[in-house]
């Protein structure tokens, strides 16, 4: 499984990014697609799954901003972010949580400007 994250860029408080989590490989072991971000000096934490069902989780501080939606066709994930804050700038990942272990992407980094 692999996975390629992109959108990410600067983008001032209040504002909107979304960005893509492209997967690959074997899709049909996958349960679950996480978003992760990682702030400087602090530990990466989890922002939200989307399940192969297609519900979703939050975590408290994302939710009613955030949304994870896919699009099955392109096998593509993507984090719609909206009412941006700084405390939002960090580093954000996906990861496939697959039959044979967990896989991560490349990071991509989210600046949010007070």
């Known amino acids: 499984v692999q996975l390629q994250a992109s959108g990410g860029g600067l983008v001032q408080a209040g504002g909107s990014l979304r960005l893509s989590c492209a997967v690959s490989?074997?899709?049909?072991?996958?349960?679950?697609i996480d978003w992760y971000r990682q702030a400087p000096g602090k530990q990466r934490e989890l922002v939200g799954t989307?399940?192969?069902?297609?519900?979703?989780y939050y975590a408290g501080s994302v939710k009613g901003r955030f949304a994870i939606s896919r699009d099955s066709a392109k096998n593509t994930v993507y984090l719609q972010m909206n009412s941006l804050k700084p405390e939002d700038t960090g580093v954000y990942y996906c990861k496939a949580q697959a039959v044979s272990g967990d896989y991560w992407g490349q990071g991509t980094q989210v600046t949010v400007s007070s």
């Open positions: 490989g074997s899709i049909f072991s996958i349960n679950g």
């Open positions: 989307i399940f192969s069902g297609g519900g979703t």
